[in-house]
């Protein structure tokens, strides 16, 4: 009966976006299909996406060149690219919901500060570390101390903002500036302690890249990422009632407290994850559900799986260009996406003035 | 019916409620009045569970605070006192996400149904901060309604809990607003309005309870409340209580008032 129902042409009511934001879903969807083909056609070895279908198609084997390109390096960058872009985008959304506030980030819950803060000091003192451990840790010492920062500052936040079973999202929200200030100043104690090489990293690091992606990293991160996103469409109507603020979302049978412990918590490993593999990458956790919320209007039951999708195609995209403009090396993505991204959204802002005051 | 009993709330270790009881019956419009800061709104939040109050408050013989939240979104719907909206919502899907929380699945055009009622038709493609105050008001209420849209619910009868649903309305709507009201008790449900104006109370509410800093002065129905001497003792100013020709009904003008200054 409900499909009888939802394919009988029936006229929506004006102010009903719910056919456009469907509608939306569907060609986002195209879209991340088609740059993830791009974006696997695209890197510093001639490898060609159409020459490998040709040979598959033949039926002959790819040469183990070719292979390696493309399973190893092309292939875990763009998983980790879709992975992390829909991780950011999907928070951001999220976020700007519980804090009832656009501008809000994953930032906020102090998972950044404590994420950088946890990079910083594995880089800096990571040397200092005896050699079994580092050897044992090798490269995932950065990432893991990344994800530890950012989930204790978190936790810390959270417990600072919550008494007697009730999370003041006001005082998490200025507990998160003041941690943040705590962690920045950390961390610069720690950059003055380093030297030239580890400050190279640093800075690479701050910027954010999708350049060491292994399958390993996805492995790890990818299930809390996955794990965190799955919760975001029981979260979605919620959010919806928390734009009425926290009383009428309760008179609405929504369990408020459960549902904001279940947004921070995610949005924490969510970002966590994240940050850790690649870096601090801005932009997307604001820019993507701001864009969305302009097109098919803020119902987070479609602001969030679109969310999603924009931020991953975005990310991978914007990863593209870091990988072309100044080929063979790199650019941090970091700095394509505030390239690009702030132009673009100060444009947005500007002819669509009216929307933002509300 | 819903029961109030031996209510008390303290605000900031200030007591702001205290010892109220108060038994509001289904079919009837039961009105909350009383001075500014005298404790209505402090009560109508007592009752819907945002405050932590001593005493019991019991919704047709259940204790309220033993319902789970999205029972009891089934079985009464608070229009708060304003309401300010993160996000451009239109005025549609805020109605709609009255509808979501109700007892049983709606059809979808009952948010447009709703916002007839409240007069609102044709309103529905606007974004809701867009509205005046007083719009922004009954698109609240075409939302309240959608939620406990059937007056008689599984459960018994459902509830509107309403802070001053008229306060910021011309006239012509306030008696609109005010007749939905009595329709929706009419029909048997149950309604409790903090109201702002006496005249409309005394035209439209069967019970009345009368608040003064934290106290129920009276309760009753209309002629019992809205006298002279209770309405100047609640006021602070010497208020004269006049009644309308047949029907008998009361009513108060600022015109009649002795400034307490005066006298
Ligand atoms: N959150 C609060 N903390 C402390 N006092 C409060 C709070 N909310 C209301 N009050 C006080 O309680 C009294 C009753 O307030 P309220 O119920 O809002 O009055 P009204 O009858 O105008 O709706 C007022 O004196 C008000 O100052
Ligand atoms: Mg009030």
Request: hydrophobic share 50%.
């Amino acid at each position: 009966m409900t499909l009888a129902l939802s394919s009988e042409p029936f006229a929506r009511p004006q102010g009903d976006r719910r056919g456009r934001a469907r509608m939306a879903g569907w060609v986002l969807a195209l879209v991340l299909v088609l740059t993830s083909s791009v974006s696997l056609n695209v890197g510093a070895s001639g490898v060609n996406l159409l020459e490998i279908i040709g040979t598959l198609a033949r039926g002959d084997a790819l040469d183990a060149r070719t292979r390696l390109i493309l399973f190893d390096i092309r292939l875990p960058r763009l998983a980790m690219g879709i992975l992390v872009g829909a991780a950011l985008a999907v928070s951001g959304a999220v976020m700007q919901g519980l804090f009832r506030n656009p501008l809000a980030d994953p930032g906020l819950v102090g998972v950044g500060a404590g994420a950088g803060l946890g990079a910083i000091t594995a880089i800096v003192l990571g040397a200092s570390l005896p050699v079994t451990m580092q050897a044992g840790l090798g490269i995932y010492l950065v990432p893991v101390a990344a994800f530890l920062g950012g989930w204790l500052t978190t936790i810390l936040l959270y417990q600072i903002s919550t008494s007697r079973g009730r999370t003041s999202v006001a005082v998490m929200l200025l507990g998160g500036i003041a941690m943040g200030a705590l962690a920045g100043a950390l961390s610069g104690i720690l950059i003055y302690m380093a030297d030239d090489a580890q400050l190279r990293d640093l800075t690479f690091w701050g910027l954010g890249s999708l350049a060491g992606a292994t399958w390993t990293k996805i492995w790890i991160a990818g299930p809390l990422i996955v794990l965190a996103l799955a919760a975001a469409p029981f979260l979605a109507r919620a959010l919806n009632g928390l734009a009425l603020g926290e009383a009428p979302a309760a008179h609405l049978g929504i369990p408020v407290q459960r549902m904001k412990n279940i947004a921070i918590l995610s949005v924490a490993a969510a970002t966590g994850a994240a940050v850790a593999v690649s870096g601090g990458i801005g932009f997307i956790g604001i820019v993507v559900p701001h864009l969305l919320r302009l097109l098919i209007g803020p119902d987070h039951r479609y602001l969030l799986p679109n969310a999603a999708l924009l931020g991953a195609s975005l990310l991978i995209a914007a990863d593209m260009v870091a990988r072309v403009v100044i080929a063979p090396a790199e650019l941090p993505i970091g700095i394509v996406t505030a390239t690009l991204g702030g132009p673009f959204f100060l444009w947005i802002l500007l002819r669509n003035r009216t929307l933002l005051d509300m | 019916m819903l029961t109030v009993d031996h209510v008390s709330v303290w605000l900031a270790r200030k007591r702001v409620l205290e010892d109220i009881s108060l038994r509001a019956e289904a079919g009837q419009i039961t009105a909350i009045v009383g001075p500014n800061g005298s404790g209505k709104t402090t009560l109508l939040r007592a009752i819907t569970q945002e405050l932590p109050y001593a005493g019991k408050i019991y919704l047709e013989g259940t204790e309220i605070g033993a319902l789970r939240g999205w029972e009891l979104a089934a079985r009464r719907a608070v229009l708060p006192q304003a309401s300010r909206i993160a996000f451009p919502f239109t005025v549609l899907e805020i109605v709609r996400l009255g509808l979501s929380a109700g007892a049983t699945a709606a059809p979808d055009t009952r948010a447009l149904e709703a916002l007839a009622r409240v007069g609102l038709s044709g309103f529905e493609g606007r974004y809701y901060q867009e509205l005046s105050g007083g719009e922004q008001q009954r698109v609240q209420l075409a939302r309240v309604l959608t939620q406990v849209w059937a007056p008689i619910g599984p459960h018994g009868p459902c509830w509107l809990l309403l802070d001053e649903p008229v306060s910021s309305l011309d006239i012509g709507h306030q008696l609109e607003v005010m007749e939905l009201a009595a329709d929706y008790a009419a029909r048997g449900g149950g309604v409790i309005a903090v109201m702002h104006d006496l005249n409309l109370t005394a035209m439209f509410a069967q019970q009345i309870i009368l608040l003064a800093s934290g106290h129920a002065i009276a309760q009753g129905p209309p002629a019992h409340v809205l006298t002279d001497d209770l309405l100047s003792r609640a006021y602070g100013c010497d208020l004269q209580v006049g009644t309308s020709p047949a029907p008998p009904i009361p009513y108060v003008l600022p015109q009649m008032a002795r400034r307490t200054i005066q006298s």
